[in-house]
């Protein structure tokens, strides 16, 4: 039972590559998130999904895409990164709504230059 | 906008050392999840707590709800080094059932 992984864990780009980041969770949990995490900032909601086949915006979601074909995968996309997108991202998955008993994966840090 | 402030946002003492840090809103909450993360990973649940005056203990670590469901706060008795680490509050917004407003985090050193 690996709970939630995140891949890749590093990843440097320059401005305007693309990139996907992948989120997979082994829990058969319905709700899926993404976050990203900046120094002195909380946790911020980029999108999320209530089910396989479903997304919707969060706090954040200007320059993100994402999809759930699967339910056990949700993938972040970056179509052209910015230094903006410079960030620690989260994916988290749960039973019930707002993450509550959810568990988070490792994170990814993202560097665009 | 309802806004979680946490503070300090930054505390080093000393192995058993007591410690309280604190998670206050200007609105109430409807609950309030307390969180610790360890660098390079992400945040692991403690304690959820839901009812005003509500005191939860997970060891050492006391959690308390404020009466007016307004504050928290984590109390730590005889810290260890192993409770290093970032403190985050979190609570459900009252227009999304789906999303959760985060604190900057509490970021707690136990030096041995």
């Known amino acids: 039972n690996a709970g939630v992984t995140q891949t890749p864990k590093f990843r440097v780009l320059k401005t305007g590559q693309s990139m996907t980041l992948l989120c997979a969770q082994d829990?058969?949990?319905?709700?899926m998130y993404w976050y990203r995490q900046d120094p002195g900032m909380g946790l911020r909601l980029i999108h999320y999904?209530?089910?396989?086949?479903?997304?919707a915006k969060g706090e954040v979601p200007d320059g993100y895409n994402v999809s759930r074909l699967k339910k056990q995968n949700f993938l972040l996309g970056l179509e052209s990164a910015a230094p903006s997108q410079t960030s620690v991202y989260f994916c988290?998955?749960?039973?019930?709504?707002?993450?509550?008993?959810?568990?988070f994966g490792p994170g990814t840090r993202l560097t665009v230059t | 906008t309802q806004l979680l402030e946490q503070s300090p946002q930054f505390l080093s003492i000393q192995e058993g050392e007591n410690l309280t840090v604190y998670c206050n809103s200007s609105?109430?909450?409807?609950?309030l999840q307390w969180y610790r993360q360890e660098p390079g990973e992400g945040p692991v649940l403690l304690v959820t707590v839901v009812t005003g005056g509500e005191v939860k203990k997970l060891k050492r670590l006391t959690f308390q709800f404020g009466d007016a469901r307004k504050d928290s706060s984590l109390h730590i008795t005889a810290a260890q080094p192993g409770d290093t680490g970032l403190y985050l509050c979190?609570?459900?917004?009252?227009?999304?059932?789906?999303?959760?407003?985060w604190g900057a985090g509490t970021k707690l050193i136990i030096k041995p």
């Open positions: 829990m058969n949990h319905e709700y």
């Open positions: 979190a609570s459900k917004t009252r227009d999304s059932n789906y999303q959760l407003i």
């Open positions: 988290a998955s749960s039973k019930a709504p707002s993450s509550v008993g959810g568990y």
């Open positions: 609105s109430v909450f409807s609950s």
């Open positions: 999904s209530v089910g396989e086949g479903t997304t």
